[in-house]
């Protein structure tokens, strides 16, 4: 046990270190290099005039990015090891329940329907919000019918076909909309399904952490439960867990994550998916109480770097985040998946 | 008391299934009672109810009349959390979680009394030990649930249901797909736990004669009849055991506890002797369907005798002389050919 302990603490190490690595790369590498000696007197009031445009930079554009993909990829990882757990199925994810789907729904509707959609969203209050809140909406829509379903069936495997159906019937949609859409309107509608981490603006900034974090913060809470639902229903219940409390608990928050991810950053593919399964290979356990800080940070970590590739020079700011994040990470949980030979939920 | 007190207790239990609008009743009218201490088999044929019931107890069903009762206390009205330290479950469907260690499945049993965290207190860690040992599986404790053997798979689900701590444990065939040693080490493990911990545990089983064996009380569940209640031996002899498990082709053997061919060939011979020999060589003929006679004066007869040689004679007359049982057999089943070709 001890010894086991140790080489976890080591890994919570190594990665707690790449973490401000990665920051400080995510802040400074870009079409403009800012270089690390801005950060000594970031606050000062003399600075030179190049300086100056450093720091707007960074304040305006880098660092939002940074805290978006942050939390973008520990909310992701955060929901699919809740989904992952709840469906005890190693394919469930964000993506795969329809949640994400239902997001881009409410987006193709607002982005791509003429007439009555586009004026309701042009002439409410919240103009800014517009894109985000049908991403909401259309996440939450989808969101509804699986608890919906959930209260009918029982089983966890028919609630699974049932998240990937609503999803087939969702998608099938968008393509209709993306067909009638004008094109200029398709061209924009899958700019944003490609995912970005810099949409979210200084100003909504403030309202997207605090939508997150109290999210984050109870799907801590339920790492006891969600370890007997390792054993199934059945040995869960005889345990003592409240089985019907805690699948609420874990659709409502997985999908809420979900929804206000997308909503922001559209549909980010493979993190919600495999960073869990990262998690579970390195640290060679099942327990939540490990699993969920792990993979919140992992999130981070993979979020993060798949932003810095992203804004590599080479890649002059062009590559959507989602081509890097399945390029880049599929063959890389392709490779673990082959060396371990075995991989669980 | 006198014999000591009932840990759950059934009064006029109805089981079955409620699906749509169908009402499908297994048994009906149970009134069985299980005290502190008592090692329990389920038994009966396939289909007869023997899950039903066990869920039914356990409350993954809800019954279809009457009342259980868990120390004197109503099942129905006995909370979720409560429940988890009343009752503890061994069941047939399968664990596959990676990279859960022994010990960890076995702290999973403490789920009831840890704290919001499910951190374990040094009590909580001392019942785990104890769990283990009690099971006998400390040299698992390491080891990967999803890397052992059905048999140590079993025996780590039994000490996990052990931490748990309950008067109580039901068990729904742990015996199955296991190997004959496995069977016997986990029947007698779950029986001295049973007396020494003072708990009750039932368990359903399909095997029949090593539950005849083991069990301090036999719950039968015949079909279409009522359940029958009582300590194995006298289930034998009242004639329960062998009407309800006796088909075409088995009969229950009161004298040798054992299920056997009914002998299908004619009796023409007959054996003599109670040497270790002789009797192997009965079970020989038995599974050939032979049967051997014992009263009536047959034809052939055979026989060891001191020179370690299996004799057969005919009307007192030597016709043969074997060392090996299967050349005895081959002999006979000339002599059994030659004779129905007579016939033909």
Known sequence: MANHDLSNRLIFGILGIS??????????????????????????SSLQENETIWRHIVI?????QTITAILAGSALALAGLQMQTLFRNPLAGPSILGISSGASLGVAIVSLGSGWSVFFVQQSL???????????????????????????????SSLLIIGIMVGYAVSALIGFLNFMGEQGQVHAFVLWGLGSFSNVQNTQLAFFVASLLPAIFLSALLMKPMNAMLLGDSYAQNLGVNLKRIRWQLILL?????????????????????????????????????????VILLGMLVALSCNLIARLPTFQEIVPINVITSLFGAPLVIYLVLKRKNIGF | MKFGQAIIETKNLSIGYVSKEKRTCVQKNLNLQLRKGEFCCLIGPNGVGKSTLLRTLSRQINPLDGEIFIKKTALSSISSPIL???????????????????????????????GFWGNLSPDDNQKVDEAIQLVGIQELEQRNFDELSDGEKQKALIAKALAQDAPLILLDEPTAYLDFPSKMSILSALRRIAHTKQIGIILSTHDLELALKMADLIWLVPDNEKVQVGIPEDLVLNGSIGKTFSDEYLHFDMETAHFLHKAIARDFLNVEGNSIEMAWFRRALLRKGIAAETE??????????????????????????????????SWIETILNIESEHIR
């Open chain 2, 84 to 114: 988890a330290t009343k009752l503890s479950l061994v069941l047939t469907e399968k664990i596959q979680v990676p990279n859960l260690k022994v010990r960890e499945l076995v702290e999973m049993g403490r789920f009831p009394y840890s």
């Open chain 1, 254 to 294: 997985s999908g809420y994550l979900t929804a206000i991810i997308t909503a922001y950053t559209g549909p980010i593919a493979f993190i919600g998916l495999a960073t869990p399964h990262l998690a579970r290979l390195m640290f060679k356990s099942s327990d939540h109480k490990l699993l969920i800080p792990a």
């Open chain 2, 296 to 329: 009536i004066q047959m034809p052939y007869k055979v026989s060891f005798d001191e020179n370690k040689l299996f004799v057969v004679n005919h009307q007192s007359e030597l016709v043969g002389q074997f060392q090996e049982i299967h050349e005895v057999l």
């Open chain 1, 19 to 44: 973490l401000p690595i990665l920051l400080i790369l995510n802040i400074s590498v870009g079409s403009v290099s800012i270089p690390f000696s801005l950060f000594l007197h970031f606050f000062d």
């Open chain 1, 60 to 64: 305006e554009s880098r660092l939002p």
């Open chain 1, 126 to 156: 919240l103009k800014d919000f517009g894109i985000h809140l049908a991403a909401m909406a259309g996440a939450f829509g989808v969101l509804m019918i699986l608890l919906m379903a959930a209260k009918k069936v029982k089983n966890n």
